[in-house]
């Protein structure tokens, strides 16, 4: 018997089933049953919310620190169960899923602490017996509007501050990944939070993303997805001159120089490329390779590739999961057959595979050949594709790398310190790496990009506080 998980909008479970939860590995596999939001319910967790925030947001640091801290507590003792139930729903291994898991409970962790952090600053005014304070309030109800491939760590980067500095919440995971959502939404819930302080609206982006985005009564809205719907979000935004941050696609590039360490090179190219089936925002899709030690990377990456076990996400031996979805996976073979159009060489893969059971499986496919102008170098595939694009040295290396609408993240491997620090210092990046995947960044430092990728203010660490608050400077004459 398959389970049916429920809306949460104002501290009560409502809704009928709506959404079926398909596996990825097993298209035969129903995850679970899915409540699905319409316009009204969205407008009633949207009510929920704002009659919560004023007692919320004074609640003080303790009542919001014993939450928070509870949710971290639960997700660390449940982690083995919620990073299998995460795979079973999105398709990323068991090791993925685990892993996410422990990071939603270390930023829930890292922001229960930051609830005893909060501080202002007192400084005398420029006029006589005038005292200046500057505070950070919470700004109000928060739509957190988040995408399908990091079910839980998303949720929990942006639901995580939003509590802790005071704000309520209405929250909207992806269509594909709703057993995650509603898990941490449980846990918070049980946690101990007050009622309509966090409601869960799952349904279509559509109509009930696109009813937090007409609401005059939504203050902010965190959003991570495509750069199509970042645009609408933005645009409703400034109509109704809300705040908004946007996290979006990459197109990152990996530079490799003649001077590498080609284990090193060839580790951060699988890692970056391919793990997690290639569909993060911060995968190296461009592998950028000075022509001195092309042959051997392209060689020693065919080799590596040549090994990893693609197969069912719940199986331990699984080092690629499936694709997520029949959506996705159409759009990477379009993306495969554009780049052998464009005149790109398919040194490997993009083949589908055949499982024991029915799913999306892909092999991973790489390209060589490929120039940073073909559409497979320029558009996000967000898939287990990358490309080789070969340049002469560093200084072209350099031009290729920054020449995308986005911004995200890039990588850089070298043993020279010249050129790495060069590289830090002039990669038109959010997030630069040296000798290291470009995807993979720790929970207590800033998340995000710049140009196409992303919008406002970085996530995560101390700087989520830019987002999710807003100053006060207070007068006081005392005489
Ligand atoms: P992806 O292609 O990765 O699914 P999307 O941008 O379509 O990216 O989805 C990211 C999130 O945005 C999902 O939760 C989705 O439901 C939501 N979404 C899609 N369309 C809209 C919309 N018109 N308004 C608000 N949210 C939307």
Redo the contacts with the bound molecule.
Sequence with gaps: MTVLRKNLIDGEWLGDAGSRNINPSNTNDIVGEYASAGPQEARQAIAAAKAAFPAWSRSGPLVRHAVLKKTSDEIMARKDEIGRSLAREEGKTLAEGVGETIRAAQIFDFFAGETLRLSGELVPSVRPGVGVEMTREGVGVVGI?????FPIAIPAWKIAPALAYGNTIVF?????VPESAWTIVDILHRAGLPKGVLNLVMG???V???A??DSPDVNAIS????V???K??AAASVEHMRKFQLEMGGKNPLVVLDDADLAVAVDCAINGAYFSTGQRCTASSRLIVAEGIHDRFVDAVKERLEKLVIGDALDARTQIGPVVDQTQLKQDEDYIAIGGREGAELAFGGDRLERETPGFYLRPALFIGATNAMRISREEI?GPVANVIRVKDYDEALSVANDTPFGLTSGICTTSLKHATHFKRNSEAGMVMVNLPTAGVDFHVPFGGRKGSSYGPREQGRYAMEFYTTVKTAYTFAG
Excluded: C, D, H, Y
């Design positions: 509007i988040t995408p399908w491939n909207k995971p992806a269509e594909l279509k982006g559509s009930v993303g696109q937090m985005l959003f991570t997805g495509s199509g719907t970042g609408r979000v967000f």
